[in-house]
C-alpha cells in the first residue's frame, strides 16, 4: 500500500479513536499494511515506558478505590535492593522493569510484580555521580522480548527480558552528546524498528537506531541543541508521523523517517528543562521549572508554529504535567497544585495548603499525587472543581540511602489495580482495586 492510504489512515485514527490505543492501532496498521500477521503481546493494562503506553500518565485501569481508607491502601510488598536511583517502573505481563545500582553499577532489574521478588539484575555501566543522588534518573521501555534502559552517564542497553543478557550497547558520547549536568534522565522510546534518544551535540540532537542492532538509522543533524531532560513524544500532527521533543531553549518535531526538523520554536528555560510535552491533536504543550512557566503552540498545516499563550503560571519542576480533557493538572512553583484552562492558559483552582510539592499519576478518573518531601500520597478527582482529597497515606519506610539533597522524586503508577511507589532502594507495591 502506497504511503498516502497509510497517511489517511493514521489521521482517521487521530479523529476518532481514544488517544490511549493510537500508539498500538498505529503497530497493527503497519503490519497490516505491509501484509503480515501481526500479533499484540501486550496486554491493555500493560505499563511498557514512561508514563504509560501513550506517554501521557494515563493508566487504563478502572474500578478503583474511589476512596482510601484510613492509613491508605493496603501495602502488599517491598523490595528493599533497588539501590540509588529515581528509575520509575515499566510493568509488562506480570514483570515490573526499573533501574538501579550494585557493586558501584548502574544495574537494569526485574521483579515479579505480584510477589515482588527479584527476577534477574543486569550491569549496564558506570554509576552517575551526583549530588542529588547517584544513579540512573529514566524508566525503562519494553519491547516484546526486548527491553531497553540507559542510566544517567548515557549508556545504553538492549537486553533480553527473559534473563536480562545484554544484546547490544550504546553509548550517547559515541553519538556526539555531553553527559548533563544531572546526568541524562531520558526514558528511550521504542516505535515500529527504532529506538530513539536524544544525545544532544554537535552530530545531532536526536538519534534514531535499529532496535535489533544498535546501529544508527539517521540522526537529526540540522539541529544540534544539548540535550536537557525531557523525554522524546510520538504523534501524528498534521497528518505526519513525527517525534516531539524540547531542550533548554527549543521545541520541535522530528521527522519519523528522515531525522529533518519539521518545525522549531523557541522556549525561554533555564537550568533544567524536564517535563514531557503533550501533544493533543495539532497542539503541543510544555511546561518547566526555575521561574519559567508554560506555551502552548497549534502547528499548522505548513508546519509554521502559531503561539496560543505563554505565561508563567504553570512552572512545573520535574513532577510532570498530565493532560485530563481541556485541562492540565500539576505542581506549579510557587503556586501549588493547579488545574490549568488548556485552552486559555488560565487558572483554574490552585491548593498549596494540603499537600507539597511533588510528582502524579491518573487513574480512573483520580490523581494520585506524591508529596517528595514527606512521602505523603494523596487521592483527589481530577475535576475542575477543586482540590478534593479522597485519601491519604504516607510511606513507610523510607530509604535511608537517599542523598542529603535528594527527595522521593519517582513518578507514581497504577497498573492492574495496584500502586507502585519508589524512595531509591525500596521499591513498594499497594492495592488499590
Given at each position: 500500500?502506497?504511503?498516502?492510504?497509510?497517511?489517511?489512515?493514521?489521521?482517521?485514527?487521530?479523529?476518532?479513536?481514544?488517544?490511549?490505543?493510537?500508539?498500538?492501532?498505529?503497530?497493527?496498521?503497519?503490519?497490516?499494511?505491509?501484509?503480515?500477521?501481526?500479533?499484540?503481546?501486550?496486554?491493555?493494562?500493560?505499563?511498557?515506558?514512561?508514563?504509560?503506553?501513550?506517554?501521557?500518565?494515563?493508566?487504563?485501569?478502572?474500578?478503583?478505590?474511589?476512596?482510601?481508607?484510613?492509613?491508605?491502601?493496603?501495602?502488599?510488598?517491598?523490595?528493599?535492593?533497588?539501590?540509588?536511583?529515581?528509575?520509575?517502573?515499566?510493568?509488562?505481563?506480570?514483570?515490573?522493569?526499573?533501574?538501579?545500582?550494585?557493586?558501584?553499577?548502574?544495574?537494569?532489574?526485574?521483579?515479579?510484580?505480584?510477589?515482588?521478588?527479584?527476577?534477574?539484575?543486569?550491569?549496564?555501566?558506570?554509576?552517575?555521580?551526583?549530588?542529588?543522588?547517584?544513579?540512573?534518573?529514566?524508566?525503562?521501555?519494553?519491547?516484546?522480548?526486548?527491553?531497553?534502559?540507559?542510566?544517567?552517564?548515557?549508556?545504553?542497553?538492549?537486553?533480553?527480558?527473559?534473563?536480562?543478557?545484554?544484546?547490544?550497547?550504546?553509548?550517547?558520547?559515541?553519538?556526539?552528546?555531553?553527559?548533563?549536568?544531572?546526568?541524562?534522565?531520558?526514558?528511550?522510546?521504542?516505535?515500529?524498528?527504532?529506538?530513539?534518544?536524544?544525545?544532544?551535540?554537535?552530530?545531532?540532537?536526536?538519534?534514531?537506531?535499529?532496535?535489533?542492532?544498535?546501529?544508527?538509522?539517521?540522526?537529526?543533524?540540522?539541529?544540534?541543541?544539548?540535550?536537557?531532560y525531557s523525554s522524546i513524544v510520538p504523534a501524528t500532527?498534521?497528518?505526519?508521523?513525527?517525534?516531539?521533543?524540547?531542550?533548554?531553549?527549543?521545541?520541535?518535531?522530528?521527522?519519523?523517517?528522515?531525522?529533518?526538523?519539521?518545525?522549531?520554536?523557541?522556549?525561554?528555560?533555564?537550568?533544567?528543562?524536564?517535563?514531557?510535552?503533550?501533544?493533543?491533536?495539532?497542539?503541543?504543550?510544555?511546561?518547566?521549572?526555575?521561574?519559567?512557566?508554560?506555551?502552548?503552540?497549534?502547528?499548522?498545516?505548513?508546519?509554521?508554529?502559531?503561539?496560543?499563550?505563554?505565561?508563567?503560571?504553570?512552572?512545573?519542576?520535574?513532577?510532570?504535567?498530565?493532560?485530563?480533557?481541556?485541562?492540565?493538572?500539576?505542581?506549579?512553583?510557587?503556586?501549588?497544585?493547579?488545574?490549568?484552562?488548556?485552552?486559555?492558559?488560565?487558572?483554574?483552582?490552585?491548593?498549596?495548603?494540603?499537600?507539597?510539592?511533588?510528582?502524579?499519576?491518573?487513574?480512573?478518573?483520580?490523581?494520585?499525587?506524591?508529596?517528595?518531601?514527606?512521602?505523603?500520597?494523596?487521592?483527589?478527582?481530577?475535576?475542575?472543581?477543586?482540590?478534593?482529597?479522597?485519601?491519604?497515606?504516607?510511606?513507610?519506610?523510607?530509604?535511608?540511602?537517599?542523598?542529603?539533597?535528594?527527595?522521593?522524586?519517582?513518578?507514581?503508577?497504577?497498573?492492574?489495580?495496584?500502586?507502585?511507589?519508589?524512595?531509591?532502594?525500596?521499591?513498594?507495591?499497594?492495592?488499590?482495586?
Open positions: 500500500m502506497s504511503s498516502q492510504p497509510m497517511r489517511a489512515l493514521f489521521i482517521l485514527m487521530k479523529h476518532f479513536v481514544d488517544p490511549l490505543k493510537i500508539s498500538i492501532m498505529r503497530q497493527v496498521a503497519l503490519g497490516l499494511i505491509a501484509g503480515q500477521t501481526l500479533v499484540w503481546t501486550q496486554a491493555d493494562s500493560d505499563w511498557p515506558q514512561w508514563r504509560g503506553p501513550a506517554r501521557d500518565g494515563h493508566s487504563s485501569d478502572t474500578e478503583l478505590l474511589a476512596s482510601w481508607p484510613d492509613g491508605g491502601p493496603k501495602q502488599l510488598w517491598i523490595y528493599r535492593d533497588a539501590g540509588k536511583g529515581y528509575a520509575g517502573p515499566a510493568i509488562v505481563a506480570g514483570t515490573l522493569y526499573t533501574m538501579g545500582t550494585q557493586d558501584n553499577q548502574s544495574t537494569l532489574i526485574a521483579l515479579d510484580a505480584k510477589s515482588g521478588k527479584g527476577k534477574w539484575t543486569t550491569k549496564i555501566g558506570d554509576i552517575l555521580g551526583n549530588g542529588w543522588g547517584d544513579g540512573p534518573r529514566g524508566t525503562p521501555s519494553v519491547d516484546g522480548e526486548r527491553v531497553y534502559a540507559m542510566n544517567g552517564g548515557g549508556d545504553l542497553v538492549c537486553a533480553k527480558t527473559s534473563d536480562g543478557s545484554i544484546i547490544w550497547r550504546k553509548s550517547m558520547k559515541e553519538l556526539g552528546g555531553n553527559v548533563p549536568n544531572w546526568g541524562y534522565t531520558e526514558s528511550v522510546l521504542v516505535d515500529g524498528e527504532k529506538v530513539l534518544a536524544t544525545p544532544g551535540g554537535d552530530k545531532g540532537t536526536m538519534v534514531a537506531l535499529n532496535k535489533m542492532t544498535g546501529e544508527v538509522v539517521w540522526q537529526s543533524q540540522d539541529l544540534q541543541e544539548n540535550a536537557h500532527i498534521q497528518g505526519q508521523w513525527q517525534y516531539v521533543q524540547r531542550t533548554e531553549k527549543s521545541i520541535f518535531g522530528i521527522h519519523a523517517e528522515t531525522g529533518a526538523v519539521l518545525w522549531k520554536t523557541d522556549f525561554p528555560g533555564r537550568t533544567a528543562v524536564i517535563p514531557t510535552p503533550i501533544v493533543y491533536g495539532n497542539r503541543v504543550y510544555v511546561t518547566a521549572g526555575y521561574g519559567t512557566g508554560c506555551k502552548a503552540i497549534e502547528i499548522m498545516a505548513n508546519m509554521e508554529v502559531k503561539e496560543l499563550y505563554s505565561n508563567r503560571l504553570m512552572k512545573n519542576h520535574h513532577g510532570g504535567a498530565i493532560r485530563v480533557g481541556a485541562h492540565v493538572y500539576g505542581y506549579s512553583d510557587g503556586v501549588g497544585w493547579l488545574c490549568q484552562d488548556l485552552e486559555t492558559g488560565e487558572e483554574v483552582w490552585s491548593d498549596k495548603e494540603s499537600l507539597g510539592k511533588g510528582a502524579l499519576g491518573l487513574a480512573d478518573g483520580k490523581l494520585i499525587c506524591l508529596d517528595e518531601g514527606s512521602g505523603k500520597v494523596m487521592l483527589i478527582d481530577a475535576s475542575p472543581e477543586g482540590f478534593k482529597p479522597r485519601g491519604s497515606f504516607t510511606l513507610d519506610p523510607q530509604s535511608e540511602i537517599r542523598a542529603s539533597r535528594g527527595k522521593i522524586w519517582t513518578h507514581p503508577v497504577v497498573v492492574d489495580g495496584k500502586l507502585y511507589l519508589r524512595d531509591q532502594d525500596l521499591i513498594y507495591c499497594y492495592q488499590v482495586k
